[in-house]
Nanobody, 115 residues
Framework: QVQLVESGGGLVQPGGSLRLSCAAS????????MGWYRQGPGKQRELVAA???????NYADSVKGRFTISRDNAKNTVYLQMNRLNPEDTAVYYC?????????WGKGTLVTVSS
C-alpha cells in the first residue's frame, strides 16, 4: 500500500524559508520519480518541482531559483526547500508518485505566507 506523508508546512513571513518533507512507504522509493504539487486558494493543482530516480530536476517557472527539490533514497524521503517565499506561494503542498499509470498523493501540508 503506497503511503505518502507530507510535513513541514506552516505560517511564514514573506521572504522566509520552509523545508517540506515527504516520507514514502509501500514502494521501492529509489526507482521512482517524485513530485511536489501545490493548490492555492481558488486555483488548480500545479506541478512545483519534480525529481527523477537519477536526481534530475525540473521546476515551475514561478519557483525557479527559489525552491530546491532533493531526495534521500536511504530515508525514502523527498524534500522541498523553499526560500524567498511570497504570498503567491500560499497553498497546500502535495507529494506525488506515479506508479503504473496511477497517481498517488499525500494528504498535503499547508503553507501560508503572510505578514
Amino acid at each position: 500500500q503506497v503511503q505518502l506523508v507530507e510535513s513541514g508546512g506552516g505560517l511564514v513571513q514573506p521572504g522566509g524559508s520552509l523545508r517540506l518533507s515527504c516520507a514514502a512507504s509501500g514502494i521501492i522509493f529509489s526507482i521512482y520519480a517524485m513530485g511536489w504539487y501545490r493548490q492555492g486558494p481558488g486555483k488548480q493543482r500545479e506541478l512545483v518541482a519534480a525529481i527523477t530516480k537519477g536526481g534530475s530536476t525540473n521546476y515551475a517557472d514561478s519557483v525557479k531559483g527559489r525552491f530546491t527539490i532533493s531526495r534521500d533514497n536511504a530515508k525514502n524521503t523527498v524534500y522541498l526547500q523553499m526560500n524567498r517565499l511570497n504570498p503567491e506561494d500560499t497553498a497546500v503542498y502535495y507529494c506525488n508518485v506515479r506508479l503504473g499509470g496511477n497517481d498517488y498523493w499525500g494528504k498535503g501540508t499547508l503553507v501560508t505566507v503572510s505578514s
